[in-house]
């Protein structure tokens, strides 16, 4: 019998390309339920994965026997989504941002402690092992002090995707999509917060979502951040570079959510290639959260690293006047 109950709330495009079978790949795991408000979406999804219930409504589907959920959908309407999820004692994996507030994030994050529940949120840049890779070198203090970092996001939106990301001022946009996902990545490579940001975007006007930005931030070690993001760009180098006072390290074509991903290091003794064993991300990321739920371990982003994220994002809107 399958110990973790889901309810998958949202028929979107990441749930069916990498979460449905990523949650079904867990021996422990069974999808009870289906959430969403298109018919069409909701025969597409039961064609492809013969699912055990669907539901168009939300209140009918937490009536069921699930004792954790997946939440995905558009951002407009997570926090309401993942806060009646988390009142119904549901563990919640929730695709990012979490929220479109910090103060919304925070009463989630307040929720789950109350009553004893694990609140992640699916960032799988962390799960990557070439960003992991990344990390443990870095660690090993082989590029001596770190200096710098250089994030390359910028990729070609397919037009399957566009929708709301483009035409959406409150939930769409890059920084919402990709940049939050970067400024994930750092708290994950430094553990460092960030304490002062510096963008410029681009976007029709100010009341239309910006499709690239560039930014700088300055970590509280003094470490200095580069960000691209972009979503018109489709012949760009995807990547980081980690740049120290002894060396550097790559990775390239890590930018993304396939397992895939080369890392080297250039020091004085040259460049070294490493072996990497690619995991699947999103199994990564629905392991790590189940573990966290058995033995109270650390999910890969946790609410409050989410809660610091989408602060960052408030800071670089307020900063544009947006």
Same mark, same amino acid.
């Given at each position: 019998?399958?110990?973790?109950?889901?309810?998958?709330?949202?028929?979107?495009?990441?749930?069916?390309?990498?979460?449905?079978?990523? /949650?079904? +790949?867990?021996?422990?795991?069974?999808?009870? *339920?289906?959430?969403?408000?298109? $018919?069409?979406?909701?025969?597409?999804?039961?064609?492809?994965?013969?699912?055990?219930?669907?539901?168009?409504?939300?209140?009918?589907?937490? @009536?069921?026997?699930?004792?954790? +959920?997946?939440?995905?959908?558009?951002?407009?309407?997570?926090?309401?989504?993942?806060? @009646? *999820?988390?009142?119904?004692?549901?563990?919640?994996?929730?695709?990012?941002?979490?929220?479109?507030?910090?103060?919304? +994030?925070? @009463?989630? *994050?307040?929720?789950?402690? @109350?009553?004893?529940?694990?609140?992640?949120?699916?960032?799988?840049? $962390?799960?990557?092992?070439?960003?992991?890779?990344?990390?443990?070198?870095?660690?090993?203090?082989?590029?001596?002090?770190?200096?710098?970092?250089?994030?390359?996001?910028?990729?070609?939106? $397919? +037009?399957?995707?566009?929708?709301?990301?483009?035409?959406?001022? &409150?939930?769409?946009?890059?920084?919402?999509?990709?940049?939050?996902?970067?400024?994930?990545? /750092?708290?994950?490579?430094?553990?460092? !917060?960030?304490?002062?940001?510096?963008?410029?975007?681009?976007?029709?006007?100010?009341?239309? !979502?910006? &499709?690239?930005?560039?930014?700088?931030?300055?970590?509280?070690?003094?470490?200095?951040?580069?960000?691209?993001?972009?979503?018109?760009?489709?012949?760009?180098?995807?990547?980081?570079?980690?740049?120290?006072?002894?060396?550097?390290?790559?990775?390239?074509?890590?930018?993304?959510?396939? $397992?895939?991903?080369?890392?080297?290091?250039? &020091?004085?003794?040259?460049?070294?290639?490493?072996? /990497?064993?690619?995991?699947?991300?999103?199994?990564?990321?629905?392991?790590?959260?189940?573990?966290?739920?058995?033995?109270? *371990?650390?999910? /890969?982003?946790?609410?409050?690293?989410?809660?610091?994220?989408?602060?960052?994002?408030?800071?670089?809107?307020?900063?544009?006047?947006?």
């Amino acid at each position: 019998m399958s110990k973790f109950k889901w309810l998958v709330v949202g028929a979107s495009n990441i749930a069916k390309e990498f979460m449905i079978d990523s /949650i079904l +790949a867990n021996d422990f795991s069974d999808i009870e *339920c289906l959430v969403s408000k298109s $018919p069409s979406l909701l025969e597409s999804f039961n064609r492809n994965f013969n699912l055990n219930s669907m539901s168009n409504s939300l209140d009918d589907a937490l @009536k069921k026997k699930v004792n954790v +959920a997946y939440v995905s959908g558009y951002n407009s309407t997570r926090f309401n989504t993942v806060q @009646k *999820c988390l009142e119904h004692g549901l563990h919640v994996l929730s695709e990012k941002p979490l929220t479109l507030t910090s103060r919304e +994030a925070e @009463k989630l *994050c307040s929720i789950a402690k @109350k009553n004893k529940l694990i609140l992640a949120v699916n960032h799988h840049l $962390p799960c990557s092992s070439a960003h992991q890779k990344s990390k443990e070198l870095l660690s090993t203090g082989i590029i001596g002090n770190l200096k710098s970092i250089r994030i390359f996001h910028s990729v070609e939106l $397919p +037009a399957l995707l566009r929708e709301w990301r483009t035409n959406d001022n &409150t939930s769409g946009g890059v920084l919402w999509d990709i940049g939050i996902h970067n400024i994930d990545l /750092i708290r994950y490579l430094t553990n460092s !917060p960030i304490m002062e940001t510096k963008t410029i975007i681009e976007a029709q006007n100010n009341n239309s !979502p910006e &499709t690239q930005s560039m930014s700088i931030f300055k970590l509280k070690t003094g470490v200095l951040v580069y960000c691209h993001e972009g979503y018109d760009t489709p012949y760009a180098p995807l990547g980081t570079q980690l740049v120290g006072t002894k060396g550097s390290i790559f990775t390239e074509e890590s930018m993304t959510q396939m $397992p895939v991903g080369k890392v080297y290091s250039i &020091t004085d003794s040259g460049r070294t290639d490493y072996e /990497i064993k690619h995991q699947n991300l999103y199994q990564v990321s629905v392991n790590t959260f189940l573990n966290a739920i058995e033995s109270q *371990c650390t999910v /890969i982003s946790s609410g409050q690293d989410a809660i610091n994220s989408i602060r960052i994002i408030e800071e670089i809107h307020k900063n544009l006047g947006r």
